[in-house]
């Protein structure tokens, strides 16, 4: 076997050599093979499975060693070794873009010998997030409020800044404004979208339809439409909305027909379900769709009437 003093490239730190044009590797004692002293191999080994191994010329001054403790390997030569722990990481050149590992800390145990303390990934990692994880995230933070009905203010709160900010420090919250009007928007066209393709996909549907007033005295309309997406049944909200005009038959008949005509299913309308107010029931009439009245509906018609 070869005096490994005698080998110049610091890549031999890093492996032992078998004889034959082979070498062990210290770290996962992978052998590997060589051609007349050329350590390319070895090298691409270092750098494509081992990235964070400390690469330093310096570690050629002494032998490597690999100390375990609970399980993991340590690798350490004489130089990381000593006391001194402001030594600053040197990469040799033709390396590349090798992220150096922290200098060990040496600390004292109960026998009074020095071990070194085995570092984690975020002490010598700081990776950015992508736009794609980024987005992910923006659409998570509207989903989470928009379906648990939390306000949007929510985002400026510092305790749930600093909630997020202990999952990932590298996640930037969007403002209020930034949510309502740019993530809002953008996840209903998503949405939108979606619904439009299954929409596509059917042959036939039935809406319901109810107008009502709340109790501050505003008045709303909702339509969904029901339908099969291949052989799942679906229901879709096509509109819910602030209705400010008065709720006669012919405006009611003109809103049911204008929803319908903007997702594209006027020609598959099947039938309508309703309550059995008088100017919805004259609303659907104009239209000319069949109407089947709320079952529940009717029924309590018929109890008061008894009742009465």
């Known amino acids: 076997m070869a005096d490994k003093n005698k080998k110049r490239s610091f890549v031999w730190n890093y492996f032992d050599e078998r004889g034959s044009n082979q070498a062990k590797c210290n770290f996962c004692s992978k052998i590997l093979s060589f051609k007349g002293g050329a350590t390319g191999n070895l090298l691409r080994h270092l750098k494509t499975v081992h990235p964070t191994a400390q690469l330093n010329a310096e570690t050629s001054r002494g032998p490597l060693h690999v100390e375990k403790e ?7 030569s004489s130089a990381s070794t000593s006391t001194s722990t402001d030594q600053s990481a040197k990469i040799p050149e033709g390396v590349g873009n090798v992220t150096p590992l922290p200098v060990p800390t040496s600390t004292k145990t109960s026998n009074g010998h020095g071990r070194c303390e085995q570092t984690t990934i975020d002490s010598f990692t700081r990776r950015p997030l992508t736009d794609k994880k ?11 409020l928009v379906k648990n009905y939390l306000p949007i203010q929510l985002v400026n709160n510092e305790h749930f800044q600093s909630f997020v900010k202990n999952f990932n420090s590298n996640y930037q919250l969007p403002s209020r404004k930034t949510v309502s009007n740019t993530l809002i928007p953008q996840l209903t066209n998503l949405c ?17 339809t109810d107008a009502w ?12 439409a029901h339908y099969f997406a291949v052989t799942e049944m ?4 096509l509109d819910c909305y602030e209705y400010t005009e008065r709720h006669i038959a012919e405006n009611l008949c003109s809103e049911l027909k204008r929803v319908v005509r903007e997702w594209n299913i006027k020609n598959k309308i ?6 059995n107010a ?22 309590n018609f018929s109890c008061c009437r008894d009742a009465n």
């Not at 099947?270 to 309550?275: H, I, N, Q």
């Not at 239209?287 to 009245?293: C, D, E, L, N, R």
Request: charged content about 10%; overall charge positive.
């Open 192 to 208: 939108q979208e979606k619904v439009r393709n299954l929409l596509e996909s059917a042959t036939a549907f039935c809406i319901t």
């Open 213 to 224: 007033t709340a109790c501050v005295n505003t008045s709303f309309i909702s339509i969904i």
């Open 70 to 76: 609970n399980g993991v390997s340590n690798v350490l």
């Open 270 to 275: 099947v039938a309508v379900t309703s309550d």
């Open 134 to 144: 980024t987005q992910q995230l923006y659409n998570n933070l509207v989903r989470l």
């Open 278 to 299: 008088a100017n919805i029931t004259a609303a659907v009439r104009l239209t000319g769709w069949k109407h089947v009245p709320y079952f529940a509906h009717t029924l």
């Open 234 to 237: 679906r229901s879709s909200l």
